[in-house]
Nanobody, 121 residues
């Protein structure tokens, strides 16, 4: 079983930036970040293929968020710029355990514990 450990959440003001990190204890393939706001379903925010050559972003974060991965460190990052209060949510790292064609989404086999991001106005 692969463990995903997230870090980097926090409380910031609107317009600020944060970088989330997710370290995997074992081999993973496509990875992504999901967010879940209070009373809402968990939704995919961004995803990245195993090679890092393909990415996906939810429309509401395009141009503000950047997903990347360091294969040597087995870590995926989510850089979040120009944060707005609507970005407030628990952010979960997720990963696939098998190699699949990257089609802009992932079906997670592993989940992190979640990290809270709160953006004040």
């Amino acid at each position: 079983q692969v463990q995903l450990v997230e870090s980097g959440g926090g409380l910031v003001q609107a317009g600020a930036s944060l970088r989330l990190s997710c370290s995997a204890s074992g081999r993973t393939f496509s990875m992504g970040w999901f967010s879940q706001a209070p009373g809402k379903e968990r939704e995919l925010v961004a995803a990245i293929s195993r090679s890092g050559g393909s990415t996906y972003y939810r429309d509401s974060v395009k141009g503000r968020y950047t997903i990347s991965r360091d294969k040597v460190k087995n870590t995926v990052y989510l850089r979040m710029n120009s944060l707005i209060p609507e970005d407030t949510a628990v952010y979960y790292c997720a990963a696939e355990a098998v190699l699949q064609v990257f089609r802009g989404s992932i079906v997670p086999d592993y989940w992190g514990q979640g990290t809270q991001v709160t953006v004040s106005s």
